[in-house]
T-cell receptor, first 109, second 112 residues
Framework: DVKVTQSSRYLVKRTGEKVFLECVQDMDHENMFWYRQDPGLGLRLIYFSYDVKMKEKGDIPEGYSVSREKKERFSLILESASTNQTSMYLC????????FGPGTRLTVT | RKEVEQDPGPFNVPEGATVAFNCTYSNSASQSFFWYRQDCRKEPKLLMSVYSSGNEDGRFTAQLNRASQYISLLIRDSKLSDSATYLCVVKDYSGSARQLTFGSGTQLTVLP
């Protein structure tokens, strides 16, 4: 069975903190993605990776960075969290279809 | 103009009703189409792919109209458990893995 896991379901951080969100997939997929989802805006792509150590910016990369040191793991980093980064963060991996992790609801206060 | 547009709803229908959602896309080069379902506070999950000839999976039927650039999802005999947000997803093969575009979703509530 397909599985994408994320390190936390809920996270509360303070403004200015560095935040790490981790995602692991067990399907040997080459492609992995980070999205954020906000009411009325739908899913927006932050970054994606098509291979180990390879990454590309999505539609809203500002304020974020990513790391992919191993094929199964894709990390999203908020260098200095801000309140406008409060959101639901969804990781996905894909061959043809995308499979999502359960999401991390991040609140920045 | 959004690349993928959906009526946000909400659609409130009684149990047993038939309901249809449409989704339009702007990129004529789009190659693959999907419907995802997202329950409240959960992740999106693939409901079905949409094939050129149309396809059916139980009570769910998906259609593609390339000339008019829209896809549709028909749900027959609605169940309470069908209540969710339905996301239209479009993919084109421009050489990058990123080319997957999500609609904002259509909210469906099936009422007893």
């Amino acid at each position: 069975d397909v599985k994408v896991t994320q390190s936390s379901r809920y996270l509360v951080k303070r403004t200015g903190e560095k935040v790490f969100l981790e995602c692991v997939q067990d399907m040997d997929h080459e492609n992995m993605f980070w999205y954020r989802q906000d009411p009325g805006l739908g899913l927006r792509l932050i970054y994606f990776s098509y291979d180990v150590k390879m990454k590309e910016k999505g539609d809203i990369p500002e304020g974020y960075s990513v790391s992919r040191e191993k094929k199964e793991r894709f990390s999203l980093i908020l260098e200095s969290a801000s309140t406008n980064q409060t959101s639901m963060y969804l990781c996905a991996s894909s061959s043809r279809e995308q499979y999502f992790g359960p999401g991390t609801r991040l609140t920045v206060t | 103009r959004k690349e993928v547009e959906q009526d946000p709803g909400p659609f409130n229908v009684p149990e047993g009703a038939t309901v249809a959602f449409n989704c339009t896309y702007s990129n004529s080069a789009s190659q693959s189409f999907f419907w995802y379902r997202q329950d409240c506070r959960k992740e999106p999950k693939l409901l079905m792919s949409v094939y050129s000839s149309g396809n059916e999976d139980g009570r769910f039927t998906a259609q593609l109209n390339r000339a008019s650039q829209y896809i549709s999802l028909l749900i027959r005999d609605s169940k309470l458990s069908d209540s969710a947000t339905y996301l239209c997803v479009v993919k084109d093969y421009s050489g990058s893995a990123r080319q997957l575009t999500f609609g904002s979703g259509t909210q469906l509530t099936v009422l007893p």
